[in-house]
């Protein structure tokens, strides 16, 4: 059974870079595709990016500015940073597990609330 | 980018209840739809994917229907565990896109 787990600074402030890793365990972290999703407080879901386990992405255009997801596949982990950073990204970022790019996510984390704030 | 409505936002049922939710997609999404359950404070679970398979493990009360546009997410027998916030999400394109929500709640 795959585990996805968040980790990262539960605080950052304004115009900082939110930076989170996802370590995989009990899978493997090839042939799939594993994506950031984010929800801000009593709202709803919003996918931010995917990353294929070769390294392609793919990003949601309203954040591709601000986002760069990699991964590395040697520590089974991939990362997520997001620049300059307001009070409208402060979230529970979650990061999950797709089977394929075009796919449902069938394994999520427990997710890691960010606040932004000074 | 594709816009997913849910209706109804929230409801209100009892233990025992047909329970049935709908997904409108602003354009056509052919079966490229999954349904996801999140309770308070924990990550969503995926219950059904491609519209109307049932994820491993899920009870069978739970079932999805639909193509094209419209789908739907129907529990058969409420159980007290069902009430939940429930979100579709369509995979035919990217950006990846959610539904609102739909909070089910004991009446």
């Known amino acids: 059974q795959v585990q996805l787990q968040e980790s990262g600074p539960g605080l950052v402030k304004p115009s900082e870079t939110l930076s989170l890793t996802c370590s995989v365990s009990?899978?493997?972290?090839?042939?799939?595709?594993w994506s950031w999703i984010r929800q801000p407080p009593g709202k709803g879901l919003e996918w931010i990016a995917y990353?294929?386990?070769?390294?392609?992405?793919t990003y949601n255009p309203s954040l591709k500015s601000r986002v760069t997801i990699s991964v590395d596949t040697s520590k089974s982990q991939f990362s997520l940073k997001l620049s300059s950073v307001t009070a409208a990204d402060t979230a529970v970022y979650y990061c999950a597990r797709q089977p394929a790019a075009m796919y449902y996510f069938d394994s999520w984390g427990q997710g890691t609330l960010v606040t932004v704030s000074s | 980018d594709i816009q997913m409505t849910q209706s109804p936002s929230s409801l209100s049922a009892s233990v025992g209840d047909r329970v049935t939710i709908t997904c409108r997609a602003s354009?056509?999404?052919?079966?490229?739809l999954s349904w996801y359950q999140q309770k308070p404070g924990k990550a969503p679970k995926l219950l059904i994917y491609a519209a109307s398979s049932l994820q491993r493990g899920v009870p069978s009360r739970f079932s999805g229907s639909g193509s094209g546009t419209d789908f739907t997410l129907t529990i058969s027998s409420l159980q007290p565990e069902d009430f939940a916030t429930y979100y579709c999400q369509q995979s035919y394109s990217t950006p990846l896109t959610f539904g609102g929500g739909t909070k089910v709640e004991i009446k």
């Open positions: 009990g899978g493997s972290i090839s042939n799939y595709y």
């Open positions: 990353i294929y386990y070769t390294g392609r992405t």
């Open positions: 354009q056509t999404i052919s079966s490229y």
